[in-house]
């Protein structure tokens, strides 16, 4: 409750998901690198953290977590203000922190969201228990972002979820 007008007052009220899957992390993963979902343009950190400087929050992320998360399970990893980097993490130096600001693990519980802008630095952590974490991820965006529905041209929704869908659903799923 309340994550679509979190969506809607950050994106605008014409807003859509532009991308959604799931994830089954088994047992043995290694950590991810620190990564983006999007970064809409990169720029010198200077001009980035210039308080004049309000770029839009073009897409966000949210994970619905369908376990109880632990640090063995491998939780998401964010870096707190990472998105005003102005960049994307260094894959080669391997950073773990911006600005001496460590990541931080999301240890919510089975159903608990956890919703970010796309350009903060964030990672998937080792999986050393012996489950499998399933993470079920949405992305919302401004209308002017196109959906990125994997088969992509032939990608079709289950017409049985349209038919049962209100305006608002429909809208969200891209119907505009």
């Not at 809409?40 to 949210?62: F, G």
Request: one cysteine or more; a negative charge; aromatic letters at 10%.
């Amino acid at each position: 409750p309340g994550l679509i007008e979190i969506a809607e007052a950050i994106h605008g009220a014409n807003c859509h998901i532009v991308s959604m899957h799931t994830w089954a992390v088994g047992p043995g993963r290694p950590d991810q690198q620190l990564h983006s979902d999007w970064l809409p343009v990169s720029m010198p950190e200077k001009l980035r953290t210039d308080p004049r400087l309000q770029l839009p929050i073009y897409i966000t992320t949210a994970h619905f977590y369908l376990d109880d998360m632990t640090e063995e399970l491998g939780p998401t990893k964010l870096i707190p203000g990472s998105h005003l980097s102005g960049r994307r993490p260094n894959a080669q130096q391997r950073e773990t922190d911006w600005h001496g600001v460590e990541e931080q693990s999301f240890l919510g519980k089975a159903g608990d969201c956890i919703f970010f802008r796309s350009e903060i630095w964030h990672r998937g952590a080792a999986n050393v228990s012996d489950q499998i974490r399933h993470t079920f991820m949405v992305h919302y965006a401004q209308r002017m972002i196109t959906q990125k529905f994997p088969p992509y041209l032939y990608f079709q929704y289950n017409p049985d979820v349209l038919d049962r869908a209100t305006p608002r659903q429909l809208r969200l799923l891209g119907g505009h």
